[in-house]
């Protein structure tokens, strides 16, 4: 499968935004979806998954209650709606799939990257 981050741009701390990861290849309901992000000087991290379903969502502590996780698998789309943008929230967003099941935040449980989009806050 392959994916493709879209989305990103320049927002004020408190704004939103709206990521998209579409898959082309295969169906996107084969797989469990993921966003993570990195920032400079910093490694990949997770901030959100979502089961095949879109019955099962899992956050980072950083960012609960901010962001949400969605998905439509008819589309082959993976949304990641981020809402009360904060500096700290500036990073490249990467959307990843993967076919097993569970272990959500490990990067290297991802099978599948896209090319990040660039998120940056600003004050």
């Known amino acids: 499968v392959q994916l493709q981050a879209y989305g990103g741009g320049l927002v004020q701390t408190g704004g939103s935004l709206r990521l998209f990861c579409a898959a082309s290849?295969?169906?996107?309901?084969?797989?469990?979806m993921g966003w993570f992000r990195q920032a400079p000087g910093k490694e990949r991290e997770f901030v959100a998954a979502i089961s095949r379903s879109g019955s099962l969502t899992y956050y980072a502590d950083s960012v609960k209650g901010r962001f949400t996780i969605s998905r439509d698998n008819a589309k082959n789309l993976v949304y990641l709606q981020m809402n009360t943008l904060k500096l700290e929230d500036t990073a490249v967003y990467h959307c990843?799939?993967?076919?097993?099941?569970?272990?959500?935040?490990?990067?290297?449980?991802?099978?599948?990257w896209g090319q990040g989009t660039e998120v940056t806050v600003s004050s």
């Open positions: 990843a799939a993967k076919s097993s099941f569970g272990t959500w935040k490990e990067v290297e449980a991802y099978d599948y």
């Open positions: 290849g295969r169906t996107l309901g084969m797989y469990e």
